[in-house]
């Protein structure tokens, strides 16, 4: 499936404000009209360093705020572990409506496609001019796409500095609800904190 894509509904003068105000009008692919509601990114114009996740989960698309379930949950756990302040970095997704299948009365992710994933691309090209962050971590592989293209391989680059087409400085890791379902949590978890710290350092 082609979609037209979010850019008619970009507003390309304004801050953040502007963003979470024409949010809610996007109708760039077809995740708007099963899910409960748009999740805007979250955190300081000025951060130093952007967060990019895949696309809300249940709980985010109930509540309308980013990593607020399980997945952020863990996110926070690690961010503090590693030295990084939650409150002075920039939170958001590639994909920013929740996908998802009906089984019974459960919600169960599906992750989005590529051509979602180029559809909201314009929603985060925006964000990423807006807040001009120094570093971005890439959490996970639909981020990954969407901002490192579809060969790139988070499991053989990890934790190392890379760069997105426009030069900002980044780095790739796992998405912390891998960690979240991971049966080796504790090294798991380690390893992504140790990615987190590589990102930190980056920056400094
Ligand atoms: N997973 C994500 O990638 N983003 C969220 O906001 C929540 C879970
Ligand atoms: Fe628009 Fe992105 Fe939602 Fe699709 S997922 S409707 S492109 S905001």
Redesign the pocket.
Known sequence: MKFVGAQEWVPSRGGLPSLETALPACRGCDLWEEAEQV?PGDGPAKARMMLV?????DV?DKEGR??V?P??RLLDKALAEAGIARDDVYVT?AVKHFRFERRGKRRIHKTPAVSHIIACGPWLTRELQIVKPSLVVV??SVAARSLLGTTFRVTQHRGEPVELPDGTAAVATV???SVVRSEEYRRDFGLFVDDLRAAAALLE
């Open positions: 999740v996740g895949e696309q809300p989960g985010e980013v990593f379930g997945a952020g997704n959490l996970g998405h912390p609800s």
